[in-house]
Every structure is written in C-alpha cells, then in structure tokens.
C-alpha cells in the first residue's frame, strides 16, 4: 500500500512536469503554430543557469530569475529564427527547432560539462514532512503549489488580462484579430516567452528533483507531445489533465510492472485516439 | 471550360510522359555513380561501409519520402520501421534460418504488417498531429525494444548474428564488404525502380492530389485515408528493409536505431536533398553521411554543425539542394 501510494506521488510529481511542459507547448502551437522540440533544451538551459546563479541568488531567487532570463533567451530565438516560419509549412518549425536541439544540448556540454550535476536546495525542503509517509518532503510539497499556482496565474491571465484574451483569440483565427489591428509580432513573442517560462519553471524544479544534465528535457518531451494529444489539442485545460493523467499512469505502473512505466503513457495515447481521436477536451475543428 | 480549352493541357501531359532522351541524363548519372562508387570511394578517403550505408539510410529516406514529399503527410516515426526490420533481421539469423534472403525478408514484411495495423489510427490526422502521432508510435516501439530485455538485448543491443553469404544452385557468394555494398544496391535499385513505376501509375497521381488537394479529391468520391494509409504501409515495409540491411551491415542493431532523433535525421535527409526531387532523398542522406563522418572526426561538438547546417537549410534553401539546382538551371 506505502509502495503504491509512493508511486502514485511520484507519477503525480513526474505528470506535473509533463503538464507543465505540455502547457507551454500547447500555448506556443496555438498561437505560434510551431511544434517547439526546442522546449526540452529551453528547460534544460534554465536548469543550468539556475545551477550557476545559485551561488549568488539562492534557491528562491534562481526559481524566479532563471525562467524569466530563459524566457528572454526564448524571445531571442524566436525574433532571430522562428518568426521566420510564421505562415509556412509546420514540418519547417519541426526541423528548424530540432536542429535548434542538437545546439542547445552541445552548448550546454561544452559550458557545464557532460556529467550530471546536482541543484541544491535549502535544507528545510529536503526533510521528510512526515515519518509514516517518508516520500512527502517539503521539496514535493513545493513543487506541486508551484504548478498549481502557476496554472491557475496562467489560466486567470489569459482570461482576465487585455493581452491574454488576443493570445486566446489569436490562437483561433489570427488573420481576424491582425485584421483588426492587434500587433501579431507582439502577441506572438509573448506567447512565446510565456511558453518558455513555464518550462524554464520546471527545469529548475526538475534540476532539484533529480540533478541536472544535458539531456535532461529529452525525457520530458516526448510525453508533453502526448499528453497534448491525450488532452486534446488546443485545450490548454485539456494539456494539463493529459499531463497529470499520464503521469499518474506512468507512477502507477511502475509500481506493479516498472518495465512498461514509459510504455503505458503510448499506449494510452492510443486508447485515447481510438475512441476520441481528438483527446479528452479537444474541441471539433481546432488545428485539422 | 469548353472540351477545346482542356485539349492542349491534355495532350502535353502526355507528350510529358514520352521524354526526350536528356531527360534520363540525371538518371543514367546516378546510376553511374552508384555502380562504381566501391572503385572511388577510396580514392576520395572513403570507404565501401560508408558507400553502404548511403544507400541503406537513402533508402529509408526515399520510403519517408513517399509520405513527405508525395502525400505531404509529415511522418516523424519512421525510424521505428526501420529499427523494427533491423531487430528483425537479426532474430531471423539468430534464430530461425542462417539464410541473408529470408533475414531481409522478414525484416521488410514486419515494418510493412506493423505500419498497416497501425495506419488506420494514423491516417486519421493530418499536419502537426499526424507528426505527433507517428512520433508517440516510434516511442512506443522503442520502450518495448528497450525493456524487453531476453529477447532484444534491451539497451545493449543486438548482437551474435552474422549475415550469411548468398547459396545459389552451384555458387556461394560471400558477402564481405564489395559484395554486400551490391547486394545493398540491389535492393536499392529494386526499391528505385518500385517507387518510380509508382510514383507515374494512377495511384502516385492520387497521393500527389492528397497533398496538393485533398477536399477536392474527396469531392471525387476517393478516401485520401484509404490512399494515405497504402503509402503508410509501403513507406513501413521500404523501412523495414533498409533496416535490414543495415542491421546485417553491421552485425548489429541497437535501440538507437529506433530512436526519435534518427526519425528527425530521415526527414532532415529528405528535406536536405530535396523533397520534391526524385533523387533527392539519396543527395540528402549522402551528404548527411558524409558530414557526420567527417565533422565527427574534427570535433565532439559535431552534432551543433550538424544542428546548424539543419537550421540553415529551412531557413534559406526549403527546396533543398536539388531544388536550388533545378532553380539555377531554369534561371
């Protein structure tokens, strides 16, 4: 029982990470129609600079500034490359962003080094909270309020705010919304950088988790990619609950038949695509 | 439109169809290379291993190709088919017959049964989630490879089947290095000659229209799906023999083979020599090839070359190099 409820924790923190991921893809193919395999080396990036930035900020403080420099990192890309995608074929974004990849993750060795490194993280997160259910740290604890919060802050800015509302708008017919005079280079740059900040939030939180290194995305991105398509494109709710639904699975798994752990998540993507093939909350139309 | 007006487009797609004779320069050129590359490879610091493995990785390129260039389905799992055939391959030799035929057979007929079972979910989405969809396929069958571990050798790999040489009535032919480079390009030219006679039957025409109009094919009362999933299918089985033979190239195949980077570097192959060109598969994993050889053996951090030459090909040169070529020559 302490093993199954360990492993659906852990499935629960992992799936936060999917969802997080997921959340900022989905916006970016929204509006940007970019298919960003860039996203892993984004998180992976703000992992690295948070490591280098902790002697001078602490944990908190890195938690805040590397997401936000990433993000500045991202619009960088984006204004230099990816804008020059808008409007052609997706499989350029696809190409252009897995060449963007193989950079990232070698300049990320050449700087920081091939080998693993750890993120420390104060002191009082790392105890256990509780005796009988040794797996609850405050760390976990943290990163849970962290994805939360950060969720709900994405969803109320979006629906509450001047700028979120045109992202929404844009990512269902941008000619309309540029035709009325809203600044699309603006609009795009943004969702962009808020895509790459959530992922930069999850680097430094996964850096902490389980270290760094410079393929430490690589496993990240594959299941965002499902848990969108389990969700359902075009729903940033949708990308969230394939997130944490396939995390918990994948959690769930290991703790009965460990070898199929990561196999679980493909597989319900197919159950799911068999049935809905448009995932849990896509909607009719988006994105065909 | 009057029966007048659509006569001369009519009979000029047919004077298309009987080309003038320096209309198979380029291919004749081609075929000349190829014939002879074991004779200079060596002359130019190559080796017959790399002229291998060229034809093996073009042709898996070629097969993507089918769906890329001709249908426009963006696939991005192809290297699962390929990993597949090669897995194949080598538990044919292994365990079931020492016979080099039989091990290529095997291998291209799994890739072919999985991509047609698996078609059907596919071919339902276009665009972005038909990528995505072929991408999770390739996932899957890489964790199934890779944690099944008594059967496949799991991360390790593969190993302890040698390919056989080829038993005819009287003959034995042995298939080191030269050998195995022309059996390769005989599977190549077979593979060449299917994808030409389809590519100019009806059925080619069909895949074109789905890429350059679907809903007007619909209109026509012709499932695209239908049509999607039977190039779905032959790009699996053309995979899963190149997989193959790059399995028994190496006496090897590891899960790498199956991986979602190698599917990434199929498409870039495609799209490097050109995606619309027939040839162009072929110019793409050739240079490919060639530059991963030899940047790799200039620096470690070969791969960010590789990543830019990536990046610099869809920013300037979509059409890929022979595109810019057929451009110049036109201008």
Redesign the interface.
């Known amino acids: 029982m302490e093993l199954l409820l360990f492993n659906v924790l852990n499935g629960l923190l992992l799936g936060v990470f999917y969802a997080l991921m997921a959340m900022g893809l989905s916006l970016i193919?929204g509006l940007n129609r970019i298919?960003n395999?860039a996203h892993g080396g984004f998180l992976a990036l703000a992992g690295y600079i948070a490591y280098s930035l902790l002697p001078y900020l602490g944990f908190f403080g890195v938690l805040i500034v590397a997401p936000l420099l990433t993000a500045v990192l991202g619009v960088l890309v984006e204004r230099l490359?990816i804008k020059?995608?808008y409007g052609?074929?997706?499989?350029?974004s696809?190409?252009?962003t897995?060449?963007?990849?193989?950079?990232m993750?070698?300049?990320i060795?050449?700087i920081w080094g091939a080998q693993g490194l750890p993120l420390q993280i104060p002191a009082v997160l790392q105890s256990a909270l509780s005796q009988t259910y040794f797996f609850i740290t405050g760390y976990r604890v943290l990163i849970l309020g962290i994805a939360v919060a950060l969720t709900i802050g994405l969803l109320l800015f979006l629906r509450f705010t001047k700028i979120g509302l045109r992202i929404l708008a844009g990512a269902s017919d941008l000619d309309t919304i540029s035709a009325l005079g809203v600044n699309i280079h603006l609009l795009r740059a943004v969702s962009f950088a808020a895509g790459i900040f959530l992922a930069g939030v999850a680097g430094v939180l996964a850096a902490g988790w389980q270290g760094l290194s410079p393929q430490m995305g690589d496993s990240l991105i594959?299941p965002s990619?499902?848990a969108?398509?389990v969700g359902g494109?075009g729903s940033l709710l949708g990308s969230l609950l394939g997130g944490l639904l396939i995390g918990v699975a994948s959690g769930v798994t290991s703790a009965f038949y460990p070898?199929?752990s990561?196999?679980v998540i493909?597989?319900i993507?197919?159950l799911v695509?068999?049935i809905r093939?448009r995932g849990l909350l896509g909607k009719k139309g988006v994105?065909? | 439109m009057s029966a007048k007006e659509l006569t001369p487009s009519a009979s000029s797609a047919r004077r298309n169809d009987r080309r003038e004779w320096h209309h198979y320069l380029p291919h004749v050129f081609v075929w000349l290379i190829l014939l002879t590359a074991p004779a200079w490879m060596p002359l130019l610091g190559g080796y017959t291993l790399l002229a291998t493995r060229v034809l093996v990785l073009a042709m898996a390129a070629m097969g993507l190709n089918l769906l890329l260039g001709t249908t426009g389905a963006l696939s991005f799992g192809q290297a699962a088919f390929f990993g597949l055939g090669g897995y194949a391959a080598g538990e044919t030799l292994l365990h079931l017959a020492p016979s080099t035929p039989l091990a290529l057979l095997i291998g291209m007929l799994t890739s072919g049964v999985i991509a047609a079972v698996l078609g059907p979910i596919a071919v339902r989405l276009r665009g972005i989630y038909f990528a995505m969809i072929t991408i999770a396929f390739g996932q899957a069958f890489f964790f199934i490879v890779v944690n099944w571990n008594s059967f496949t050798g799991g991360e390790d790999g593969l190993l302890g089947f040698n390919r056989q040489p080829l038993h005819f009535d009287t003959m034995t032919i042995p298939l080191h290095g030269v050998n195995y480079y022309y059996l390769a390009l005989f599977c190549f030219a077979l593979v060449a000659a299917f994808i030409a006679a389809l590519l100019r039957s009806p059925l080619g025409h069909a895949f074109v229209a789905i890429r350059e109009n679907e809903r007007r094919l619909q209109f026509f009362g012709v499932r695209a799906g239908t049509l999607l999933w039977i190039a779905f299918t032959i790009s699996g089985l053309i995979a899963g023999l190149a997989g193959s033979l790059y399995a028994l190239l190496n006496n090897f195949i590891s899960p790498s083979s199956l991986h979602w980077t190698l599917s990434g570097d199929f498409v870039m192959m495609c799209v490097l020599g050109g995606m619309r060109s027939f040839w162009g598969p072929l110019l793409g994993a050739a240079i490919y090839v060639v530059a991963e050889n030899t940047l790799s053996s200039y620096t470690d951090n070969w791969m960010s070359f590789l990543g830019l030459i990536f990046i610099l090909i869809v920013l300037f040169f979509p059409k890929g190099v022979l595109g810019l070529l057929r451009a110049r020559v036109k201008a």
Do not use: H, N, S, W
């Open positions: 193919l298919i395999f490359l020059r995608l052609r074929d997706p499989l350029f696809l190409l252009l897995f060449g963007l990849v193989l950079i993750e070698d300049m060795r050449t594959m990619f499902v969108i398509i494109v070898q199929a990561q196999l493909y597989l993507m197919a695509l068999a093939p994105f065909e």
